[in-house]
T-cell receptor, first 112, second 116 residues
Framework: KAGVTQTPRYLIKTRGQQVTLSCSPISGHRSVSWYQQTPGQGLQFLFEYFSETQRNKGNFPGRFSGRQFSNSRSEMNVSTLELGDSALYLC???????????FGPGTRLTVL | AQSVTQLDSHVSVSEGTPVLLRCNYSSSYSPSLFWYVQHPNKGLQLLLKYTSAATLVKGINGFEAEFKKSETSFHLTKPSAHMSDAAEYFCVVSDYRGSTLGRLYFGRGTQLTVWP
C-alpha cells in the first residue's frame, strides 16, 4: 500500500504570496491532519479533516486554511505569506479519528 | 490538557550500548502514547504505540517502551544502539476525546547521536 504523499516537496515563495500544499492519504484513510514543524516551535497541530469537514483546529491565524475532498485528499493554503511561515509542513492520515497517524515526507516551504 | 515533556534534548551513546530516551506526559484522561522517529529530511515514522493494553510495548527495530501511570512516564529503550538509530525521536500523546479528538501533542524531540 502506498504511503502518504505530499506535493510539492519543496517550495520557495516571497512575502505576501500565497501557497497551496497537497496531501494524498493512504488508500482507505479518511482522516487527514496537518502539522507545522519549525526549529523554534517544534511540531504544532494546524487542523484535522474527516469526511470533508474540519473537525479540529490549532492555534494558527486565519491565513492558514484547508479543505478535504470526497476522495479524502486534502489541501492546505497559506495566504499573505510571512517570513515566519518558513517550515516543514507535514500531513498525516489515519483510518479514522482514533487510530494512529501515518506521516508523509513533508513539504519544505521557504519564504524569502 | 495534554502535554509531553522530553527530558533530554540530546542523548549520545556508543554503538552497542543501551539507549534510554525519557518522556513524561500529562493527560486529563487515559492517554494513547506514541514514539515517532524522524531521520534527516524525512517524515515521521511510527516506532510504537500504547493504547491501554499491555504496559510494555514493543516496537520496530528493537525499541520498546513502558507505560508507568504512577510516574506519568513513557520512556523509550533499546538494548543495543546501532549507527542507523541516529535520528530525532518524538514522544506524542493523544487522548481521543471530545474537542481534542484526532489531535496529537508532540514533545520537543530528543536528538540521538550514536558514536562508532
Amino acid at each position: 500500500k502506498a504511503g502518504v504523499t505530499q506535493t510539492p516537496r519543496y517550495l520557495i515563495k516571497t512575502r505576501g504570496q500565497q501557497v497551496t500544499l497537497s496531501c494524498s492519504p493512504i488508500s482507505g484513510h479518511r482522516s487527514v491532519s496537518w502539522y507545522q514543524q519549525t526549529p523554534g516551535q517544534g511540531l504544532q497541530f494546524l487542523f484535522e479533516y474527516f469526511s470533508e469537514t474540519q473537525r479540529n483546529k490549532g492555534n494558527f491565524p486565519g491565513r492558514f486554511s484547508g479543505r478535504q475532498f470526497s476522495n479524502s485528499r486534502s489541501e492546505m493554503n497559506v495566504s499573505t505569506l510571512e517570513l515566519g511561515d518558513s517550515a516543514l509542513y507535514l500531513c498525516a492520515s489515519s483510518l479514522d479519528r482514533v487510530n494512529e497517524q501515518f506521516f508523509g515526507p513533508g513539504t519544505r516551504l521557504t519564504v524569502l | 490538557a495534554q502535554s509531553v515533556t522530553q527530558l533530554d534534548s540530546h542523548v549520545s551513546v556508543s554503538e552497542g550500548t543501551p539507549v534510554l530516551l525519557r518522556c513524561n506526559y500529562s493527560s486529563s484522561y487515559s492517554p494513547s502514547l506514541f514514539w515517532y522517529v524522524q531521520h534527516p529530511n524525512k517524515g515521521l515514522q511510527l516506532l510504537l504505540k500504547y493504547t491501554s493494553a499491555a504496559t510494555l510495548v514493543k516496537g520496530i527495530n528493537g525499541f520498546e517502551a513502558e507505560f508507568k501511570k504512577s510516574e506519568t512516564s513513557f520512556h523509550l529503550t533499546k538494548p543495543s544502539a546501532h549507527m542507523s538509530d541516529a535520528a530525532e525521536y518524538f514522544c506524542v500523546v493523544s487522548d481521543y476525546r471530545g474537542s481534542t479528538l484526532g489531535r496529537l501533542y508532540f514533545g520537543r524531540g530528543t536528538q540521538l547521536t550514536v558514536w562508532p
